[in-house]
């Protein structure tokens, strides 16, 4: 487990020749690991109803691999859910890049057990510095810093940084020291980019977007400007570091990282720190034969900051580093292999997870997500890919007037449900009529009345660290968000610290509950319930067992319970007349504005993807014969076996909906129903029939519609259809060899098509 997975800026030590048994500086013992991870991974159970991998089977089963994760949503909990989804999916064991500050504690323990490499970072080690400084000619000498009763000489350090205050919703940047001219003048080794950190350093208002001034003969900054504050860090050594990870990835070792640099909780990715690449191309230099390939993992959460949330976590497509790039690296032309190296980095990071400029603009992809879902519940990986190909889409077309009039009405449709107080899937009891809403009301408040007795002895004996987790967790948000340049609310920090307070305040207090009962029983036998002949040390050992199984099932039984109670309030607002007007509106502007996300994504989805049509491929796993069903609309039914149903449905989606259920779960999201969507086979990423290192998303098993089908496919032509059809022949092929070479039997003449 750690805190921040990092990499930083930095030069990495010079080649030393290659040894074959050089010892390393953060080894990693296999056992240790291995007891570790299996210990501590309930931690991942209990903080998470559901975490589903993704495209597990692209990852490599040996050789050297370079893991690059982003975001990084969690400081502790993110690396703790790789390394758990590695061993579990691939059984690969990662190393994880560790901020150094976090190596002490039970966290320093943890990271020792899995090998992780500690990591001085920068920004760390920033300190407010005396005086402010400014930009005196920002057009024609950008990299030239000038301050006003400042100490340069005493307080910054060559190949050190200096970094600008943040501003609420924006991050402040940084950049490497250069040369110190004076106690007032540095030179840094490239301009600050961007519009807040100009601004903060001229104080003028002539700046676009990207930074550029519109008035070039104003020279300096703004007449009577001061300057802004800032914080200068000293230059970290990453000599060791650098080893450390040469010496894992040679040797056919995995290393994580989260190329981001920090944790944050921002919609979008931000500037990946030159470490990552340095690291790939350094170990290449070395030996280039090592096999090193790199594999994006996108973590893709659900509310990350809050108990029992559900997260995907999606493994891409391995790439391995072009050797002309290697060889530039190696002739001393590293800026241009360095960042050629990360922008391949970003683009694979980029399939794999979902971004946005802003949280609002987030809301309206997955509202749109949502409508043009039609109702229709995907398992998770599905929700996401769907919002990542809508999110590329909205950036792309967001100057199209079609794309700016929907964002409108999108955002209207989200004040409308945030007004109310009711979710998006709630608007379906709008066409119940008045008998039906009212009987559903009853029956789920007297299935939420049952439930309670058996979530209130467990919320009670839990309470305590529900508030202190909570009270805890909020502090350290703020204390993130003082000292953080990239955070927006602090909220990535939050589930770490619901985590290790439960962990430290949760066996506490089972022991207290414990010693009371056993002093009560030897005090007086509990009021005299208990026969005299049961001692009390066995009454303590038999509550250290009940209590926490009281408190597991309170949860388990609790989730279910949340799930009606959110649903009670817009049965409510149905049965009284003013509000129900107020739903029943709001659920037909759902209509209209359904129909014109679905418009508005067929009119622009040709042009960005070229097989997007109006008809979608979509199989059935349960036919035999290979071939594949095609529906003209989205919602339209196909075929039905054993109660369950493929339909028309988004992109990437694989065909399958839930199963029909009672009257009092209708209108419920899939996701938030009596059980939980990962113990349905047909929604579960692995399915029973194959091997626990294989996943069989997107492109993997029968779970996700059996073969691999890419977002928008269609069949526009005959011939198309035809090349979809021996494509999926020959994968059931393939399969059909595999299970039989497992099962001892081989194919001794080719098999003929199904």
């Not at 319970?561 to 509000?579: A, N, V």
């Not at 198309?720 to 194919?747: D, V």
Request: charged fraction near 25%; proline fraction near 6%.
């Amino acid at each position: 487990m750690a805190e921040e997975h990092k990499d930083s800026n930095g030069a990495p030590p010079s080649s030393p020749p290659k040894t074959k048994h050089q010892k390393e500086l953060y080894p990693m013992t296999p056992w240790k690991y291995d007891a570790f991870l299996h210990t501590f991974s309930v931690l991942v159970d209990l903080f998470f109803r559901e975490v589903h991998p993704r495209g597990a089977w692209r990852v490599p089963r040996s050789g050297p691999i370079l893991f690059v994760a982003a975001p990084h949503a969690n400081q502790f909990v993110d690396g703790l859910v790789l390394q758990r989804t590695l061993k579990q999916e691939a059984n690969r064991r990662v190393g994880l890049l560790i901020a150094e500050k976090s190596v002490h504690g039970f966290i320093g323990w943890g990271s020792r057990q899995t090998g992780s490499v500690p990591v001085g970072r920068a920004q760390d080690k920033a300190k407010p510095s005396k005086g402010l400084i400014y930009m005196p000619d920002p057009i024609n000498d950008p990299t030239l810093i000038r301050g006003v009763g400042t100490d340069f000489e005493k307080e910054a350090e060559v190949g050190g940084m200096i970094f600008l205050p943040s501003v609420k919703g924006q991050s402040g940047s940084s950049v490497d020291i250069a040369k110190i001219i004076g106690p007032e003048e540095i030179r840094t080794k490239r301009p600050f980019k961007g519009k807040l950190p100009m601004f903060q350093l001229t104080g003028r208002e002539d700046i676009d977007n990207q930074g550029n001034f519109s008035n070039q003969e104003l020279k300096g900054p703004k007449d009577g400007y001061e300057g802004t504050k800032y914080k200068l860090a000293p230059h970290i050594d990453q000599t060791d570091v650098y080893k450390a990870v040469f010496s894992r990835l040679r040797s056919g070792g995995c290393i994580g990282i989260f190329p981001e640099g920090g944790s944050h909780d921002r919609t979008e990715l931000l500037p990946l720190k030159a470490g990552v690449a340095i690291m790939a191309l350094g170990t290449l230099a070395e030996d280039p034969d090592c096999g090193l390939q790199i594999v994006p993992v996108g973590m893709n959460y659900f509310h990350a900051h809050k108990f029992r949330s559900r997260a995907v976590v999606e493994f891409g497509a391995p790439f391995k580093i072009p050797n002309d790039l290697v060889e530039k690296y190696k002739n001393n032309q590293r800026r241009d292999a360095i960042a050629q190296t990360l922008d391949m980095v970003h683009q694979a990071l980029s399939a794999v997870t979902v971004s946005a400029p802003d949280y609002d603009t987030l809301m309206c992809i997955q509202a749109a997500r949502r409508l043009y879902n039609t109702g229709r519940k995907l398992p998770l990986p599905m929700v996401v890919e769907l919002n990542r190909k809508l999110a590329i889409g909205f950036s792309k077309y967001k100057d199209d007037p079609r794309i700016v009039d929907l964002m409108d009405n999108l955002r209207d449709y989200n004040k409308q449900l945030h007004y109310l107080n009711i979710k998006d899937h709630q608007l379906a009891y709008a066409t119940l009529t008045l008998p039906k809403v009212i009987f559903l009301l009853l029956y789920r408040i007297s299935k939420l009345l049952v439930l309670s007795i058996g979530v209130i002895p467990g919320l009670v004996l839990f309470a305590p660290v529900f508030v202190a987790t909570k009270y805890i967790s909020h502090q350290k948000a703020k204390e993130a968000l003082a000292g953080s340049s990239v955070k927006i609310q602090g909220r990535d920090v939050m589930a770490t610290w619901k985590l290790l307070v439960a962990m430290a305040f949760a066996p506490a207090l089972y022991n207290l509950y414990s010693i009371s009962l056993a002093v009560k029983v030897y005090q007086d036998n509990l009021w005299g319930y208990l026969h005299r002949s049961i001692p009390f040390w066995l009454v303590y050992i038999i509550a250290w067992i009940i209590f926490p199984a009281i408190t597991f099932a309170a949860f388990r039984i609790g989730e279910v319970g949340m799930d009606i109670l959110k649903s009670l309030r817009p049965l409510i607002l149905c049965i009284s007349p003013t509000s129900s007007y107020s739903v029943q509106r709001l659920r037909e502007r759902r209509t209209e504005l359904s129909k014109q996300v679905v418009k508005v994504i067929n009119d622009l989805g040709p042009d960005m993807y070229d097989d997007f049509e109006k008809t979608r491929l979509v199989s059935d796993p349960f036919r035999e014969d290979g071939f594949l069903s095609t529906q003209e609309e989205v919602g339209v039914s196909t075929r039905h076996r054993d109660d369950e149903s493929a339909i028309s449905s988004p992109p990437d989606s694989p065909g399958l909906v839930r199963r029909d259920t009672t009257l009092s779960s209708r209108a419920i999201p899939r996701n938030e129903s009596f059980s939980n969507i990962g113990s349905v086979g047909m929604f579960a990423t692995r399915p029973p029939s194959r091997s626990r290192s294989r996943s069989s998303s997107a492109g993997g098993g029968f779970s996700f519609a059996g073969f691999p089908v890419s977002g928008f496919t269609s069949l526009d032509s005959r011939g198309g259809f035809q090349e979809a059809n021996n494509k999926i022949r020959a994968a059931m092929k393939e399969r059909s060899e595999l299970r039989r070479r497992k099962s001892g039997f081989s194919l001794n003449e080719s098999e003929s098509d199904a």
